[in-house]
Structure formats: structure tokens, C-alpha cells
């Protein structure tokens, strides 16, 4: 009897390790299509639309042992090295902060681009200086960390990221440095002394942080976006045509299903994204009729460091005919080359 009972917990044991234990690896698969316009909203919008504008994800989950040999079974799964999701110097809460920052940029890249197609005036605002990871060892461990705005540095405000750069330069090994920033939209003070950045080929004192610009635009009629569940930047095109959308009197879907994905990049490009072939499975099984791919252009020097890279849109149509969908695969440059595209369809 104590025998089974022992097998029956090393077994159990067993279940348990091959289901629940995490391994430094993740696995990327089909997602869903998601109607933007249950996320954005344009004050007093024309929301009469016929069809839909769809964002598209891919899902996310890190492997376990079951979930890993699974995966090797199937066709529209993808292992991936916890290197290739994430930077080597960004802890997992970085990683969540940093996938936050590029959705908060989507938005703002979007607002400004669909205002400007629209001949609408925007105003931009400079918060302050957003930190993205904070570097083991260095002048700001333990002291700041990834989500932080800092907006002043020894009672100078901060009023663009190259400010930061020319404030800090000067200083030597040793220096105090007073900052103040933004946690949880509280204002904080916290007095740090200088020390040689990790890992850095320069001999120089620094915070020992990496960081980018926090910006936010002020727009007449508001735009309110609810995406908190949303990371990445690759909504930004279905963003952008969601809120031209409602700011225009016309419908733009013409009664179709559209879905898309593309980086929205603030001079109106679109820019590549990872995971197109998922997204073009997860747009297809979900019932879109049109799918925005990005033609990014892959350089000759790009093509002999990867010589298996190819655009966003190629993969995306080897992608279709893979698994015989009717949905149309239509190449973008530019969000014009989409508003374009909608423009000339015929409503159904």
C-alpha cells in the first residue's frame, strides 16, 4: 500500500513539473481579431459604421515542459528563446513596462497622424524623460526603476531628452545628483551619487539607466483610448484609421470586416511587426474580409544578414495561400496607401 502511495505521488509530482514548472522560453500562436472601436473613442464621433476596423494579437504564454514538446507538434506554433522576447538587460517587469511605453507611443503616433489626415490641429506636450530599464549595479539601483518620468535633474526642469544628456555630461565619478521624477503619478525626490555605467565601452559616470521621451498630444474633439490589456506597438495602423474614421463623416469600412497590423510611425509610415503569419491565421479564422499588411522594404544589406528575411506582406500572403483563406492581403508603405485603399472600395 505505501508502495502505490509513493508511485501515485511521484507521478503526481510529475503531472505537476510537466504542467505548471516554467521554462526560459515562450511560445507564440494565433490570437484574435478586436473591433478597435470597442478601445478608442472620438467625442461627439460618427460611430454608424456598416462594417468593423479590427486590431490584431498574437498569443503569449511562457512554455512549460507539456506546453514546449506540444508546441513542437504543431505547424502555427512558435518556440522562442526568452532572448528573443526579451532584452538581455530588462527584468520581466521592464519587459511588461517597455511593451506598455510602445503602446503608449502607438497612440500617440496615431492621434497625431489621423489629426493630421483629417487638416485637424494637435498640440504635443513634453512630460518628461521616461526610464525603460534600470541597470543592475549602477548610480539608480534600488533608487529608480522602469516606469519612472523624471522631469527634473538639481532643480532644472527637464524639457527634452538631449536636456538629460547635456545636465549630466559635465559630471564626474562621486557627483550627487538631485532628481526628481514621477511614480504613480506622484512626484518624488531622491539624491544619487554618480557611479561608472555597467557595461558600457565609455569610462564615464552616468545614472545608469536607459530611457526615451514621454510625450503626450492634446487633441479638439478628445480621443480616449482604453487599451490596458494591449501591449506593443503593432495597433498602431487600426488605430489610426479608427480614429480618421470617426472623425470623418464617411464610412470608411464600407461594410467589410478589416483587420490589420502595422507599427504607426509618426511621419505616416507603417513599420514591420513580428508575428504576421499568426496574425493572418488569427484575422482569418476570426472572419475579416480585408488584412493590412506592412511592405516594409527588406535592403540588400538586410537580405545578406538574414537571407531568409522577407517583408511583412510577403509573409503574409505565403501565410494565406498556406492555409487557403479568401481574405484579401493588402500592402501598406504608408497609412495614405490604407486610406487610399478605402477610399476606392466599393461599399457592399
Given at each position: 500500500m505505501k508502495k502505490k502511495i509513493s508511485i501515485y505521488a511521484v507521478l503526481l509530482f510529475v503531472i505537476c513539473f510537466l504542467m505548471l514548472y516554467r521554462l526560459d522560453a515562450y511560445i507564440m500562436k494565433p490570437g484574435s481579431a478586436y473591433d478597435v472601436s470597442k478601445f478608442v473613442n472620438v467625442e461627439n464621433s460618427h460611430t454608424d459604421d456598416k462594417g468593423s476596423l479590427s486590431l490584431m494579437t498574437v498569443a503569449m504564454q511562457q512554455a512549460t515542459p507539456f506546453s514546449y514538446l506540444w508546441a513542437k507538434t504543431q505547424k502555427y506554433q512558435k518556440l522562442m528563446d526568452i532572448d528573443q522576447v526579451r532584452n538581455p538587460l530588462e527584468n520581466e517587469e521592464e519587459y511588461n513596462v517597455r511593451q506598455f511605453k510602445l503602446m503608449s507611443d502607438s497612440q500617440f503616433n496615431a492621434k497625431y497622424v489621423a489629426f493630421q489626415r483629417a487638416g485637424l490641429q494637435t498640440k504635443i506636450l513634453f512630460n518628461g524623460v521616461f526610464i525603460l530599464n534600470v541597470l543592475e549595479g549602477g548610480a539608480s539601483d534600488n533608487l529608480l526603476k522602469a516606469g519612472d518620468e523624471i522631469i527634473e535633474v538639481d532643480g532644472q526642469q527637464i524639457k527634452d531628452q538631449q536636456m538629460l544628456v547635456d545636465l549630466l555630461k559635465p559630471k564626474q565619478l562621486g557627483d550627487k545628483v538631485t532628481i526628481k521624477f514621477i511614480r504613480?503619478?506622484?512626484?518624488?525626490?531622491?539624491?544619487?551619487?554618480?557611479?561608472?555605467?555597467?557595461?558600457?565601452?565609455?569610462?564615464?559616470?552616468?545614472?545608469?539607466?536607459?530611457?526615451?521621451?514621454?510625450?503626450?498630444?492634446?487633441?479638439?474633439?478628445?480621443?480616449?483610448?482604453?487599451?490596458?490589456?494591449?501591449?506593443?506597438?503593432?495597433?498602431?495602423?487600426?488605430?489610426?484609421?479608427?480614429?480618421?474614421?470617426?472623425?470623418?463623416?464617411?464610412?470608411?469600412?464600407?461594410?467589410?470586416?478589416?483587420?490589420?497590423?502595422?507599427?504607426?510611425?509618426?511621419?505616416?509610415?507603417?513599420?514591420?511587426?513580428?508575428?504576421?503569419?499568426?496574425?493572418?491565421?488569427?484575422?482569418?479564422?476570426?472572419?475579416?474580409?480585408?488584412?493590412?499588411?506592412?511592405?516594409?522594404?527588406?535592403?540588400?544589406?538586410?537580405?545578406?544578414?538574414?537571407?531568409?528575411?522577407?517583408?511583412?506582406?510577403?509573409?503574409?500572403?505565403?501565410?494565406?495561400?498556406?492555409?487557403?483563406?479568401?481574405?484579401?492581403?493588402?500592402?501598406?508603405?504608408?497609412?495614405?496607401?490604407?486610406?487610399?485603399?478605402?477610399?476606392?472600395?466599393?461599399?457592399?
Open positions: 504613480d503619478t506622484k512626484e518624488q525626490e531622491v539624491t544619487i551619487t554618480l557611479k561608472e555605467i555597467p557595461k558600457s565601452e565609455e569610462k564615464r559616470a552616468g545614472l545608469g539607466i536607459t530611457y526615451t521621451e514621454s510625450k503626450s498630444i492634446e487633441t479638439n474633439p478628445n480621443v480616449s483610448m482604453k487599451t490596458e490589456d494591449i501591449g506593443g506597438p503593432s495597433a498602431g495602423l487600426m488605430f489610426t484609421l479608427e480614429i480618421l474614421d470617426q472623425l470623418l463623416e464617411e464610412d470608411l469600412t464600407k461594410g467589410y470586416a478589416i483587420a490589420g497590423t502595422g507599427e504607426m510611425l509618426v511621419d505616416g509610415s507603417v513599420g514591420r511587426i513580428g508575428g504576421i503569419d499568426y496574425k493572418v491565421i488569427a484575422a482569418d479564422r476570426d472572419g475579416m474580409e480585408i488584412f493590412f499588411a506592412p511592405d516594409d522594404e527588406i535592403t540588400p544589406e538586410m537580405k545578406a544578414k538574414y537571407p531568409e528575411l522577407e517583408s511583412n506582406y510577403a509573409t503574409a500572403v505565403k501565410t494565406a495561400k498556406d492555409i487557403g483563406t479568401k481574405m484579401k492581403i493588402v500592402p501598406v508603405k504608408t497609412v495614405d496607401d490604407a486610406i487610399k485603399y478605402l477610399k476606392q472600395l466599393q461599399p457592399k
